[in-house]
């Protein structure tokens, strides 16, 4: 019996960890590939992020696209970083508290053509030129979100893979969407400082993985836990965010970049 606990214990880490698998047909598309942090837009906002023009501009040049999905007051699926419209539009006002129709008096960044767009606006306009990152944000419709997010990628004819921060939404990728590419974005325990200690250690450390089985690991650029690096000796795919300096693509199988203008292809 004690040798049978040992070898659990020994086990545990493993078990907790292990990353889902997916074939070679599956991440081929994202492999060695860069991709536009919230489109190619520009540092100083003048094409700014998440907009139509820094999608449209991404696709162009060939790079991979990586974006960010929510839900507005009216369940539309608006591509939007922040829980809030105050960076961007400036509004202090969270983005469900307006129906989409409202959203569009607003102007991203200050600009006098560029307006927060609806998800499957943007992807009309890629129309599967370029691999894209979907980001869902967390929030209390996640679910919703989920459900309407994975409806527009079902129907879009080009090469799509799904994150979040937030392991439940991973989670129901994997029981809802089994077919489709699913990863977990993390960062190290230290960076969830407003979190409590175990939260911080369950997501720094990669151990809600045990639920979610993600198949890629997107880390911000920083030291990695070393559970975190296991799920990656274990096979789960490496994507960094958010790089400003092409060395970032070494060691990495996918780089999400913002700020320069890499290669967008490094394999």
Same mark, same amino acid.
């Given at each position: 019996?004690?040798?049978?606990?040992?070898?659990?214990?020994?086990?545990?880490?493993f078990l907790l960890v292990a990353p889902g698998r997916a074939t070679e047909e599956k991440t081929a598309p994202f492999m060695g590939r860069n991709f536009a942090h919230r489109?190619?837009?520009?540092?100083?906002?003048?094409?700014?992020?998440?907009?139509?023009?820094?999608?449209?501009?991404a696709a162009e040049k060939g790079y991979g696209i990586e974006l960010d999905v929510q839900l507005t007051k009216d369940?539309?699926?608006?591509?939007?970083?922040?829980?809030?419209?105050?960076?961007m539009c400036g509004v202090n006002a969270r983005v469900d508290e307006f129906t989409f129709a409202d959203l569009q008096n607003?102007?991203?960044a200050g600009s006098s053509e560029d307006k927060i767009p609806l998800f499957s606006d943007v992807l009309v306009l890629v129309n599967g030129r370029s691999p894209m990152i979907v980001e869902l944000k967390s929030g209390p419709r996640k679910e919703? +979100?989920?459900?309407?997010?994975?409806?527009?990628? !079902? $129907? %879009?004819?080009g090469d799509t893979c799904v994150e979040s921060f937030?392991?439940?939404?991973?989670?129901?990728?994997?029981?809802?969407?089994?077919?489709? +590419?699913?990863?977990?974005?993390?960062?190290?325990? !230290? $960076? %969830?400082s407003k979190l409590s200690l175990i939260w911080q250690q369950v997501l720094g450390n990669s151990l809600a993985n045990i639920m979610a089985r993600?198949?890629?690991i997107a880390h911000q650029i920083s030291e990695k836990a070393p559970l975190t690096k296991l799920s990656e000796k274990m096979g789960a795919m490496r994507i960094c965010w958010t790089s400003h300096d092409p060395s970032n693509e070494e060691g990495n199988d996918a780089v999400?970049?913002?700020y320069y203008e890499p290669k967008p292809k490094y394999r």
């Open positions: 019996m004690k040798k049978r606990n040992i070898l659990f214990l020994a086990a545990l880490p489109g190619l837009h520009k540092q100083d906002q003048t094409i700014p992020e998440n907009s139509m023009r820094a999608f449209g501009l369940g539309q699926v608006v591509v939007f970083h922040d829980d809030t419209l105050e960076r607003l102007k991203l919703e +979100l989920c459900e309407k997010t994975l409806k527009l990628l !079902e $129907s %879009y004819k937030d392991p439940s939404i991973v989670t129901w990728f994997r029981f809802h969407a089994p077919k489709m +590419l699913r990863g977990q974005l993390t960062m190290n325990p !230290e $960076s %969830y993600p198949q890629f999400i970049f913002e």
